[in-house]
């Protein structure tokens, strides 16, 4: 399978008063045409991870890489002209916050017209589409959502716009952070199989950053466990249960089980040696 995405010893840096500090700390992968899923604790880099990788880093951060490659195009020096060319046609990201991502004074569906009219495509054509993407993430009445605004929106709608917005360019790759935290289970479901059909019919390569394990165990094709800004194991989705590293181990430890009843709840016992 031949990499759309490879990145080499990436690293993200802030500063602070006591020096730079390292949140994302020698992160490596390849990303085939496949559901690659990054679990771990708030705060372990997994959001910085996808933010670099669309250059997207915050003002004042640093982003170095040995290798950070899409598509045979390195990023690490890519002008803002290529950035244009590639993001919301080649490459998006799905936010975790819609309401922090979507414009509170644009319609949803001048939102999502706007994305979908990259690379020439008429007004006319990106409006149907829009309305065809807001209709297959589960909105059931999706010409009152694209004349909506932001506010008029619950959590979990306007974050169904914002996957709509997203994938409406279908791009070559997207990185989804916490896609479907605020949907409920059936719609989770449905955005998934959106997703699956865009990897599995289209080529599309996939990031989905998440904290839920066992979604990413049934979803994904593989997993890497950040931990402190560094990767601490890289294992097949469907191994998940069998991981070895202890970090692994105190997450998995810490689901709640319906067959098992845990007393006292299971903690998880931290090494130093984990963020080195």
Known sequence: MSAILEVENLRVAYPSRQGPVEVVRGVSFALGRERLGIVGESGSGKSQTGRAILGLTAAGGRVTADRLHFDGIDLRGASPRIWRQLRGRRMSMVMQDPKFSLNPVMTIGRQIVEAGRRGGVSRRDAKARALEMLEAV??????????????????????RAMIAMMLVGRPDLLIADEPTSALDVTVQLEVLGILDDLVRDRGMGLVFISHDLRLVSTFCDRVLVMYAGRVVEEIAAADLDRATHPYTRGLLNCLPRIDAEARPLPTLERDADWAR
Request: negative net charge; proline residues 9%; glycine residues 18%.
């Open 138 to 159: 589960q909105i059931r009445d999706p010409g009152r959502v694209f004349d909506a605004y932001p506010h008029e929106l619950s959590g979990g709608m306007g974050q």
